[in-house]
């Protein structure tokens, strides 16, 4: 891990504190212990797995997965196990052509509990895991440093016979990440407390919380030559960590570069465009349209939404396979994806300062753009036929009223734009039999 000569990072002042560790877990004389399937998940899954020498297309079979969690409410954990595209199930099994299967080791999913969890971290910081493997952090770092100093812990993730004479003391999750950090394949921050601090940082908040690339320092690089993956959200979108995670995977591979990453480690292709230029609601703001309460269908920014401003794709991928997402659903953006959030972002629900101008233009043009378009849409909901007649033959609407004069003269003249430049009812020869050849 390489860092500044200046300054120490926090992972660098916390590991200074603890110092090395040499002892681990007798495995043999714990048995069975923590494994009431009398296996690990590794193991249980081994002959359900697709990847293997006949059907994977690269070196790595495959590849583990620490993941760890800090200040958090596992609300990542629920939105990645609805992820579809790809699954995590699929990931674990190997299903796609190209990839290693992940070998995950998690806190809540695993089946296996106590020292027989905690075997893989173990065989990772000895060097005898076998094979490449990454670090996952859900919720944000605290700072251990003055826990430890008051004889406590923020997070703890198991114990190891690390403490005085060999006796078992908690391991934080800060601890695990500064000592698995330097050899990880690739670091990853899921959810906006891992990736920015998120609400655990606020204001106020008295654990000294941080996000993962604020704990390991400006200068890392993994082992693998790459730098803090931020995938930010609160809860993220599922699909965006299984997908960045598949990419990840092919560049370990060795299958093709590794992908886009923004200035802030995110993935550019996810998080390059805004809320607001794909959400559903933004034909009602270019039309001066905004919604009075929740529950409205126009535009939700007068009632605070920030969309405009922020940067995350939850209006056009949705929150679970394509469903879902908060403007989808009639809920405002609050900016739970950015670096700011939570506290330049509150009040909630109320309108951002930046939005006076812009709604004020938006209502401006619109008072003449949207009844234009409605007196357009009036005249393109009519057949030739009816126009002719002078009917509309509909038992839908038996009061329904015919164009006036005036209407009628303006879709003329509308018309007649329409076609100007239009040579296909001009004198001609038939297309491809004019002309010697």
Sequence with gaps: ???SATKKTPAEELL?????????????ANGDFGMPARTTMEDYLEPHAYAGPQSRLGP??????????????????????????????????????????VILHHPVVNIESGPAYLRA???????????PYVIILEGSISDETAAHAAGGYWSGQGEEPWGADGELRTVSTDEWIARLAPGAAASIAIGTCATWGGIPAAHGNPTGAMSLMDFLGKDYISALGVPVVNIPGCAPVGDNFTETVAAILY???????????????????????????????????????????????ECLVEIGC????????????????????????????????????PDK???????????????????????????????????????VRWDVEGE???GWSSERSEPGKVREAGHKVYDTLRRRGDTGKNDGDEWGKGGDS
């Design 345 to 383: 972002f509150t009040p909630f629900y109320k309108a951002p300062p930046g939005s006076l101008v812009s709604t004020a233009a938006s209502t401006a043009v619109g008072r003449i753009i949207k009844p234009l378009r409605m007196f357009t849409n009036d005249h393109l909901n009519r057949e």
């Design 121 to 131: 971290h173990e065989h990772a910081l000895k060097g005898e895991l076998g094979a």
């Design 251 to 297: 560049f370990l591979q060795g299958f093709g570069p590794l992908p886009e990453f923004d200035e802030l480690g995110r993935p550019a292709w996810l998080f390059g465009e805004t809320v607001h230029r794909h959400c559903v609601r933004g034909a009602y703001y270019e039309e001066g349209s905004f919604a009075d309460e929740f529950g409205d269908k």
């Design 16 to 28: 200074e504190i603890l110092g090395p560790v040499d002892r681990y877990h007798d495995h043999a």
């Design 60 to 101: 790595l079979e495959k590849v583990h997965a620490f993941w760890f969690a800090g200040m958090s409410c596992d609300g990542c954990t629920v939105s990645v196990t609805g992820a579809q595209a790809p699954s995590v199930e699929s990931l674990l099994l190997g299903a796609h052509p190209g990839l290693p299967r």
């Design 306 to 341: 920030w969309g405009p401003v922020v940067n995350c794709n939850i209006t056009s991928r949705g929150a679970i396979n394509h469903a879902g997402g908060c403007m989808n659903s009639g809920g405002a953006c609050i900016g739970c994806t950015m670096p700011g959030f």
């Design 1 to 3: 891990m390489a860092t």
């Design 392 to 394: 509309v033959p509909s």
